[in-house]
């Protein structure tokens, strides 16, 4: 399979605990993507890397989320003392250069704090 | 305002229908379009992306109106498998960051 992969699929976590997702992007993707998706809503932006850097950030990225992607390759999606508000399906995307032929989705993690 | 707005429906639809959305956005620099389709509990996959001169992928047609600042979607012949979500896609910076809109939830009736 050589699309972008997520795991988990799903978590469940007690509020107060910390949590970490990854993302394997399509390895000759060098743009990856960090997207929150609620119920009903359309995705919103996290955060992206060019390779290894990351170079946006969200307001929606508290200082309790962060991203690495330290090699340019997986990236991993940190959240520390989880919120029931954090509760979402978290999505990666992957794309080569700008994306203007569009973006690549993992099927996501679906976080719910309990 | 949201920069990205869409009809959530839902649309109902019969089977066989021509069924056509549309989706507007506020930020008048924005450069590239998208449709995207999402099934329910499923990551988003590109439908299509959106030309200045309109394009057509089979049953699918999509549009731009830089003048009125919308794209649309026209589904022909529409069959059961065409319902889901289609979410309107803008991007509007030089760092091609996507802004979405919520969707419009298609559904096709037997």
């Known amino acids: 399979d050589t699309g972008v992969s997520q795991d988990p699929r799903h978590k469940i976590t007690k509020r107060g605990q910390n949590v970490t997702f990854r993302c394997d992007p399509i390895s000759e993707h060098n743009r990856l993507y960090w997207y929150r998706q609620t119920l009903g809503q359309g995705p919103e932006f996290l955060t992206y890397f060019q390779n290894e850097a990351q170079l946006e950030k969200s307001r929606l990225l508290s200082d309790r989320f962060s991203a690495e992607r330290p090699k340019g390759s997986f990236s991993t999606l940190e959240i520390q003392r989880t919120e029931q508000g954090d509760s979402a399906m978290y999505l990666c995307a992957s794309s080569w250069g700008q994306g203007a032929g569009g973006y690549t989705f993992g099927s996501g993690t679906r976080l719910t704090v309990v | 305002r949201k920069e990205v707005e869409q009809d959530p429906g839902p649309f109902n639809v019969p089977e066989g229908a021509t069924v056509a959305f549309n989706c507007t956005y506020s930020?008048?620099?924005?450069?590239?379009f998208f449709w995207y389709r999402q099934d329910c509990r499923k990551e988003p996959k590109l439908l299509m992306s959106v030309y200045s001169s309109g394009n057509e992928d089979g049953r699918f047609t999509a549009q731009l109106n830089r003048a009125s600042q919308y794209i649309s979607l026209l589904i022909r012949d529409s069959k059961l498998s065409d319902s889901a979500t289609y979410l309107c896609?803008?991007?509007?910076?030089?760092?091609?960051?996507?802004?979405w809109g919520a969707g419009t939830k298609l559904i096709i009736k037997p």
């Open positions: 930020n008048s620099a924005s450069q590239s």
């Open positions: 896609v803008v991007n509007r910076g030089s760092n091609y960051q996507l802004i």
